[in-house]
Each structure stands twice: as structure tokens, then as C-alpha cells.
């Protein structure tokens, strides 16, 4: 293996190889639950380069963890515990390679950091609309092979939706040229779809081009009190009937998610909570002005008071105070952190089963374990909670996820599969979800994916162990 080490080196450069020292930023998942160890972090600096090192690797019997931003929430970006494996950093690979303002597209590597790709679209006076807690680290290549969703689904969709073409590396270190900026384009199976969501298992994306959209003329965000789940939903319907395209964001967020926010970041000043099982963050983005705008939201707040699936709101009077507001929402995942480890869970359901599921759901794990605190919130809008369970009140974190987390999780499964959902909304599946997989996904599907798997890596070098066992 040292002689891969060397070759390695000799591809790429030996400052981009590296293999001492402490190697825990991509060694170690980002919940840092799970610590792994790499033979060596190459770091590519071009689509070339990769193909080397995929060749390279094959040649050698190594098999390469590609790995963007490390935020993954699900351990599939960090190396297993064995030392042999390498872990392919697309990092250096940042660019934006062009702007096409008449065909509204971005083309960028794989590396680029997500705010970074959200502020060179709107330098350039367009809108790239995917936004995620992580977005300060996380790259559009881990992006786009988790087809990430984040708060802005319910008008743009996944990170899938927001993508036209893909240059991808293969399992042979050939290199897919499918850098198209075309929005028709029916010559064949699509490949570029089967790269999207893989996690790394099928190929290594090296470049993508993105679509690009107008900046909203007016942006109006509020903060509304709901006494329950279900008027919660009502909410979410009457924001359908009044903003149309306009709404952007429906982000649901329970009373003990946001008393953990107001417990380690005080200073954010999380409104209206105390009060009400329940809060939504709501956004409506529009091309038309301000004004009509502003009136169509007004209206759709009377009539929530008038329901009584609202009880209090606020509305953001300037901007700042709207960053303010999501910033919360933002937090709430670090806050999670702060606390101390919880069971996660990442599941989507059709919209109309998420109170049925809530209430069937959190009677039986109060009834099975007693004193369990439920951290739940998410994108209400695209039926995704982010549904994690906490430990009772001064409960052993450690404890309690070794002797419940199995438990816990066939609790919230089965009443996802009881429900129509699925275990996996947009985290993906890693390491962490691969052995539920088989009891919760169609037998035919998870087969045919494994037959793709075998067809694409033949050898098992990307990724191995990963979204599907072969
Ligand atoms: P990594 O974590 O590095 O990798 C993720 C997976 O993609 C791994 O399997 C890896 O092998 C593979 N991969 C990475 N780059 C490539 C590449 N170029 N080619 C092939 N495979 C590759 N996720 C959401 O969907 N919605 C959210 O709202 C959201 N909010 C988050 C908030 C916080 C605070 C955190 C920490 C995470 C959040 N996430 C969210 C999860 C995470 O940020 C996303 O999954 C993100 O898309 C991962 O990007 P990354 O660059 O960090 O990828
Ligand atoms: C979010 O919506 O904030 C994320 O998906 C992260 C999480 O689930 O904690
Ligand atoms: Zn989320």
C-alpha cells in the first residue's frame, strides 16, 4: 500500500496526499459518533487528477470514499476503520467554471461550497435557490450525490430538480462528459439522474451545471404560533390557496427543538415558543412588488387567525429580522449538538398522514419509554420531519442510545412503513441506514439497484458498503 501512497503522490502532488497527522476533519462523521481511518486523503485538483487516482486505486485494490464537505448526516463521507481505504477529498476542485445568463445556468466543480455557489449566482443577478443549515461547508457535489433537500423544496425541489447536467468520473476512471446545459434532452437512459443520490457508489461527480433563476423582487417571512401538527397541515393549505408559487418555505418546529435553541444560543431570541406546542416559519418569494405581496400574505394571515390554526405570528420587518428568524430555524440542528447526542431520524410522509403519524408516534414511544423528549421539526411543506428522539431528563445520553436507539428506530419505522412514508427524505442512506433498507424498500427496487451497483463498479471501489450491500 505504501507504493499507492507514492504513485498517489506522484499524480496529484505530495502536498495534496496526505497520510500523518491528525487526519480527524475527514476522518470523523460530523455528529463525530463515528471515527474511521483513511490509507491516505488525496485531494485532486482537477477532473483528470481524479480519473488518475480512481485508475490508480482500482489498479491496487483500494477502494476511495468521496467526500465534499464532510457534513453528511448519515456516515457515508468518512473512511471505514481498517486503514486500507482512500478518501478522496474533491475540495481543491472550487471552481465556477461559467455563468450563462440567457440560458439561466451555472456551471461549477464539485468542491464549490454551496454559499459559495449561492453568491457568485447572485453577483451575477440570479437566484440558486438550494439553502441548508450546512451551507457554509457543504459542496454541491455532496449536494447533489445526497440530492440534498434543505428549506426551499417546497418551490424549487431537491437538489436534483435543480440540475442539468453532470461530469462524473466512473468506477474505471473513465470520465463522463455530461456537462449539458440543456433542459430537453431525450437520447437515452439517464444517466445523470442515476448519479444523482448515489452518495458516491456509482461515480465520483467532478462538475455540475446548475439551473439559475430570477432574484424575487419581494421576500416576506413570518413566525407563526399553531396550537397542534394537524393546524399546523391547515396552515400549509391555506398557504398553498393564498401564496400559490409564491411560497418557498413551510418549516415546522416543535416547543422542545426550540427550547433547545433558546437554552445554548439565548442571544437569538426565539420568539413566541413558550407559548405554543408548535411554530412554523413560513416564506413567500414573489416576482410581483412588495405591496401586493405584503397583501396577499395579510390575507392569508386573517383567515389563519380566523380558523384559529394560528394564535399569535410574527412578521419580519426587514430583512435582517427575516435572517434573524431562519437563523433559529438554522440552529436548531446545533443546538441538538450542544445538548448532547440523539437518536436522528429523517423520514417523509404524505403531508395529510404527518399528524396521524405524530400522534400514533409519540403515544407509543411515551408509552414504551417513559419520560422520552421528542426534538422534532422539519420541512413541513415537503411532508420531511426530522423527527429524533432524546433521552428522558437527566438520562445517560451514551446509555440511552446503546440500549434504545434499535428499539426507538422499529417504533418510528414501522409507523413510517404504516403510514406510506419513507426512512430516508433527503440525508440519504451511508452506512447508517444500509442494513434497515431491506425491510422498508421494495425487494425488486433494492435488487435492481444492487444489479445497477454490479453493472457500474464491478469491483466494489466506490464506496463500498454504502447505500447498498453486493
Ligand atoms: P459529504 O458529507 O462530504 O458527503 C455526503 C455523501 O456524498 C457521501 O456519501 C460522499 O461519499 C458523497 N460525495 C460527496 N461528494 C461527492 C462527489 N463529488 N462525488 C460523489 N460522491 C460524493 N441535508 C439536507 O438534505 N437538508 C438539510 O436541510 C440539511 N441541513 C443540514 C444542516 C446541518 C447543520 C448539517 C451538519 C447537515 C445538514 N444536512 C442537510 C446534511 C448535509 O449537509 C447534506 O447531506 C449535504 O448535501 C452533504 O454535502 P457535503 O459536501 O458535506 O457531502
Ligand atoms: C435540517 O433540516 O436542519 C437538517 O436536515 C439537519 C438535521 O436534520 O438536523
Ligand atoms: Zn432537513
Known sequence: ????????????????????????????????????????????????????????????????????????????????????????????????????????????????????????????????????????????????????????????????????????????????????????????????????????????????????????????????????????????????????????????MGQFALSLVDKHYPQLRVPLFKETPWCVLLENADSESEEHARTRFEALMETAFEQGCVTDAVVAESLTQARNLWHIRESITLAQAEEGLNIKHDISLPVSAIPAFVEATDAELMREIPGVRLVDFGHLGDGNLHYNVQAPEGGDTRVFLETQEERVNHIVYQNVRRFHGSISAEHGVGSMKVDSLPSYKDPTALALMATLKRALDPHNTLNPGRVVRV
Not at 98 to 126: F, H, M, P, R
Not at 140 to 160: E, K, M
Request: proline share 3%; hydrophobic share 40%; glycine share 12%.
Open 1 to 252: 500500500m505504501t507504493s499507492l501512497i507514492d504513485t498517489l503522490r506522484h499524480l496529484v502532488g505530495a502536498p495534496h496526499v496526505l497520510a500523518e497527522g491528525d487526519l480527524s476533519a475527514y476522518e470523523m462523521d460530523w455528529r463525530k459518533r463515528i471515527q474511521g481511518k483513511a490509507l491516505c486523503v488525496v485531494r485532486p485538483g482537477n477532473t483528470e487528477q481524479v480519473a488518475a487516482v480512481v485508475k490508480a486505486c482500482a489498479a491496487a485494490g483500494a477502494s476511495i470514499v468521496p467526500q465534499g464537505g464532510n457534513t453528511g448526516l448519515v456516515v457515508g463521507s468518512i473512511p471505514d476503520d481498517s486503514g486500507r481505504q482512500v478518501l478522496l477529498s474533491l475540495q481543491r476542485m472550487n471552481a465556477v467554471r461559467a455563468v450563462d445568463g440567457e440560458n439561466l445556468t451555472i456551471t461549477v466543480e464539485s468542491g464549490c461550497v454551496l454559499q459559495n455557489l449561492q453568491q457568485a449566482a447572485e453577483q451575477a443577478g440570479y437566484l440558486f435557490p438550494l439553502s441548508l443549515g450546512s451551507e457554509g461547508s457543504c459542496t454541491i457535489g455532496g449536494n447533489l450525490s445526497t440530492n440534498a433537500g434543505g428549506t426551499q423544496v417546497v418551490r424549487y425541489g431537491n437538489t436534483r430538480e435543480l440540475c442539468l447536467g453532470l461530469e462524473v468520473v466512473t468506477a474505471q476512471g473513465d470520465i463522463m462528459q455530461g456537462l449539458t446545459g440543456l433542459r430537453k434532452d431525450n437520447t437515452g437512459y439517464d444517466l445523470r439522474d442515476l448519479f444523482i443520490g448515489s452518495e458516491g457508489t456509482l461515480g465520483i461527480i467532478t462538475a455540475a451545471t446548475m439551473k439559475l433563476f430570477p432574484l424575487p423582487a419581494a421576500s416576506l417571512t413570518a413566525w407563526a404560533a399553531v396550537p397542534s401538527m394537524r393546524d399546523a397541515v391547515t396552515l400549509l393549505g391555506l398557504a398553498h390557496q393564498h401564496l400559490g408559487a409564491g411560497l418557498t418555505g413551510f418549516e415546522v
